[in-house]
């Protein structure tokens, strides 16, 4: 505690002004859309996993280019919009003032959904990085920091003409969102460009792998959190008539989560090729995490103390309550996951399908559904259509929630354990990969009617809110008055806490916040780049053939990294079913690393020459024929379409660039040396009876798939 001189009387000069509704009523109608087309889509991914007919036969509808349309839809449009219209509501009346600049609020409305619809457009169409969640094209990259400032400068001009004298805690939130997003897409994003949409990650192998996951669980860290944990300060208040628990908490909560989170994305990636005292970290900061977010929900939770007959009689209140404990249960299982010899059972799993949704359908759509019941009758200065479908809404999404994880977690333990069992004789008991895909399909059937369930809520949800809308009367233009804010008083003492010191000064919470999560940042990732013995080089792996690099693209392309791992671990297990655990240096030359976060299929790793080169010719036009009961979508378009060689140069010269050891020779030598390995591929074809011509896709997918893994058994043959 602390003493200061005594501050002057408050002003009391009252201004009025109005609060800008539009900004809000458009981000919440977008809200409602992208978050029904984006759940729409899941079901149908979801769909997919057990019956392939849902792909369509059709290039753009499979699951692997549906599956990153899906989570981008509900991360970014559903969330996003989400956010934006929380964040516009709230910090207007905290703030006691209009937003900074009605054209930034609709530049940033506009933006955001040009955004979103480049994302529909480009990631069925094959156009993607293959990096989790930031698979979105370079000029979308920086299409989106473009419009992130537009945001945080009609964020920040907000604060600094604000009326009230102190930030209210969810404004500390969405300033550490604001920054911290800032540093994790821009670092992330790091690529070279090809063409128009077509990039390579600058970063490669172990060092790519790190960035990614760092920026993926941070993203979930300070996109699909920080922010709603800053809308659930200021709207559970209002909606139970009670204050937050604990400021202090409060304080306690913000600085210890924003300082750890940072640090936990390494455990994504245990037991992979990334160096040991990374992983290590990873696992300390996030059993560390449990104590921040813990907090968080006990003060969510305790701000309710006493006010348990509101909650019966309030579905808002409900939606609350059911997704500030989602999201206890999901910061529960984050750190429990990090655990190495949990880890070890649960890691490529649905295990973590169903983690993942327990935090998203539940904190992240609940809080969503209860924000949007909240607002909208407030701006159309009506009462809600009908409190009875609240209700039923709230029971069909609770139920989808059980359907859809439930499932997913009993899926999730099979496949750990089944993958791991051997006979007493010490082989494999299920050596064949399929025979656990077709244990699960039962769990995978009811999860998407979880998610059909949840859908209908939310289908609900968008009528009983429409209909409020249709009898209200919208106010654009809320009138507000409140005393001006001399810089005199914001500048002197009175205080009686040494935060609040800091809340009054935004441009030194916000350098704070920044200082905070670059300390992680910087003791994380820096020594894996600058340390060499973090990623040892081996003499026998050598860059991609030009043709093998086209195939890497068409891999990217068709998104089969979303279902297939590039990751052979340490494990008895996995080394008996695949082949030699996979090595830092295998991966020097991967731009960018495709180790994968999900086993839909095998691990590839070792895939090079397992099979013959017509076997994977079957496999891409019928899987059946080759896998009986395979849930794999048939391909048949690579067998017909040309190989585009039309930018082969360009690709290896920004290799080149990116320091893969591509001499001029042989860039200028591309063509015929693509031209020679596909000619030997159909020959090798020819000769077990398939007839094709060497310009097709599906020769340069074969020429990768035949390439993995084949540099270290080539060394150890050699030796």
């Excluded at 729409?40 to 692997?64: C, E, K, R, S």
């Excluded at 899906?70 to 929380?86: D, K, P, R, S, Y």
């Excluded at 996030?286 to 907090?295: Q, R, V």
């Excluded at 591509?662 to 200028?668: F, L, P, Q, V």
């Amino acid at each position: 505690m602390i003493s200061h001189a005594a501050s002057p009387a408050p002003p009391t000069t009252l201004e009025r002004f109005a609060y800008d509704n539009r900004v809000v009523k458009a981000f919440s109608i977008a809200t409602i859309v992208w978050g029904l087309i984006g759940m729409l889509v899941g079901v149908i991914a979801a769909t997919q996993l057990f019956h392939p007919g849902m792909n369509l036969d059709n290039q753009y509808t499979t699951f692997g280019r549906i599956r990153p349309l899906h989570t981008n839809a509900v991360i970014f449009a559903f969330v996003g919009n989400a956010i934006f219209m929380g964040v516009y509501y709230s910090l207007q009346r905290l703030l006691k003032a209009r937003m900074f600049s009605d054209t930034l609020s609709w530049i940033h409305f506009w933006g955001w959904q040009l955004i979103i619809v480049s994302a529909v457009l480009t990631l069925p169409l094959g156009f993607t990085t293959s990096k989790e969640y930031a698979e979105l094209e370079w000029p979308i990259d920086i299409a989106i920091t473009l419009i992130w400032v537009v945001f945080g400068i009609n964020m920040f001009g907000t604060i600094i003409k604000r009326r009230e004298r102190h930030l209210y805690v969810g404004i500390w939130f969405y300033i550490a969102t604001f920054v911290t997003v800032a540093v994790l897409h821009i670092i992330n994003s790091f690529e070279m460009p090809v063409s128009f949409l077509k990039s390579y990650s600058m970063y490669a192998g172990v060092q790519d792998a790190l960035v990614q996951w760092w920026y993926g669980h941070n993203a979930v860290a300070f996109f699909l959190t920080t922010p709603y944990l800053g809308m659930m300060y200021y709207f559970l208040p209002k909606m139970a008539n009670r204050p937050v628990y604990s400021y202090k908490l409060s304080i306690l909560h913000f600085w210890s989560l924003i300082f750890i989170y940072i640090w936990a994305g390494p455990h994504h990636l245990l037991y992979t090729s990334l160096p040991d005292w990374a992983q290590s970290l990873g696992t300390a900061f996030s059993i560390m995490l449990i104590a921040p977010s813990w907090g968080g929900m006990i003060n969510g939770l305790l701000t309710l103390r006493g006010a348990w007959d509101q909650v019966r009689e309030d579905a808002r209140l409900k939606f609350m309550v059911v997704g500030i404990t989602a999201y206890g249960m999901a910061t529960f299982e984050g750190p429990l996951l990090s655990l190495k010899n949990v880890n070890a059972i649960g890691h490529f799993t649905d295990w973590i399908v169903a983690h993942v949704h327990v935090g998203a359908l539940g904190w992240n759509g609940f809080l969503t559904f209860a924000i949007l019941y909240y607002i909208v009758p407030k701006l159309w200065k009506t009462e809600l259509y009908s409190k009875r479908m609240v209700n039923i809404h709230f029971w069909l999404g609770t139920l989808g929630i059980l359907f859809y994880a439930v499932p997913m977690y009993i899926s999730g333990f099979t496949q750990g354990m089944m993958w791991k069992e051997f006979t007493p004789e010490g082989t494999l008991k299920y050596p064949a990969f399929l025979e656990t895909t077709l244990q699960l399909l039962p769990m995978h059937m009811m999860r998407a009617a979880g998610g059909v369930i949840y859908l209908g809520g939310a289908i609900l949800m968008a009528f009983n809110l429409f209909k409020t809308m249709a009898q209200g009367s919208f106010q654009a233009n809320e009138a507000a008055e409140a005393p001006a804010l001399t810089p005199e008083y914001v500048a002197t003492g009175g205080d009686t806490y040494w935060h609040r010191v800091l809340e009054r000064r935004p441009m030194q919470l916000l350098a704070g916040s920044l200082i905070v999560i670059l300390i992680g940042t910087v003791l994380e990732i820096i020594p894996t780049f600058t340390v060499e013995s973090n990623v040892e080089t081996i003499a026998a792996v050598q860059p991609y053939t030009p043709l093998e690099l086209q195939g890497r693209d068409l891999y990217i392309r068709e998104g089969c990294n979303n279902c297939h791992s590039q990751m052979v671990r340490p494990f008895r297990s996995e080394t008996e079913r695949y082949g030699e655990y996979s090595k830092a240096g295998e991966f020097v030359y991967d731009h960018p690393f495709l180790w994968g976060s999900k086993r839909t299929g095998p691990d590839l790793h070792r895939e090079g020459f397992k099979y013959p080169d017509s076997w994977h010719y079957h496999h891409m036009n019928d899987p059946t024929t080759m896998s009986p009961g395979s849930i794999m979508p048939p391909y048949p378009w690579l067998l017909t379409q040309k190989l585009d060689n039309s930018q082969l140069e360009a690709k290896l010269k920004t290799m080149q660039s990116l320091g893969v050891p591509y001499d001029d020779y042989a860039i200028s030598d591309a063509q015929a040396n693509a031209q020679q390995q596909a000619e030997a591929i159909t020959t090798r074809l020819k000769a077990e009876g398939i007839k094709i011509q060497s310009d097709k896709e599906i020769i340069a997918l074969i020429a990768y798939l035949q390439r993995l893994g084949t540099d270290i058994k080539n060394a150890q043959a050699a030796k």
